[in-house]
């Protein structure tokens, strides 16, 4: 049991202790002007950063050139990027499922969620495709905003997250009790 409860304990570690941070940290366009994470800032941080999307005229053609958004799908879940006008080519912005209705309106938003690179994100092959067919840059090291991973998004599974913790510490304790002989009635 220790064994079995141990596997997923360790995949959620990370995502337990990024939905305990707290604001964001602001990162503006000088930061991101080079094309990779700022210093100071590690893959996986909480960031926000302000700017206007950067998208084409046509957005009932997402996934195209004249979009200007890239689309990564595999499994029924879709991921959107594009870019912002502040940044250009040195950032790129992930939407999970849908594009909000004011992505073409012109108007400045704050973008906030983990930081990643391009290298880093979901379905890196699918992606690469995607940002091709829609132009956007593909260098592995630029910054990627992955709006769907926030703190409070992880602060709703912390229910669950607890619960594997503390059954995977009551089957620790019941193995030391048992002196790691479960089995023969002992």
Known sequence: ???VLTFPLSFITDDLSYGLQGAPEELTVAQ???????PGV???DYVQVRGTPDVGEDLRTVGTRESEVGVSARYEVAYFYFRLQETGNDLLIQRPQDLPQTLGDGEEKIWSGRISTVSEVIFYD???SGLQRAGLPRND????????????????LLPVYLLVVGFWALSVIYLVWRKNKPFLGL
Do not use: A, F
Request: charged letters at 20%; zero cysteines.
């Open 1 to 3: 049991m220790v064994v």
């Open 126 to 128: 699918t992606t690469q």
């Open 42 to 44: 590690e893959i996986g």
């Open 32 to 38: 991101l002007g080079s094309g990779k994470i700022p």
């Open 141 to 156: 090291e630029i910054p990627v905003i992955e709006t769907g991973d926030t703190p409070s998004y992880y602060r709703e």
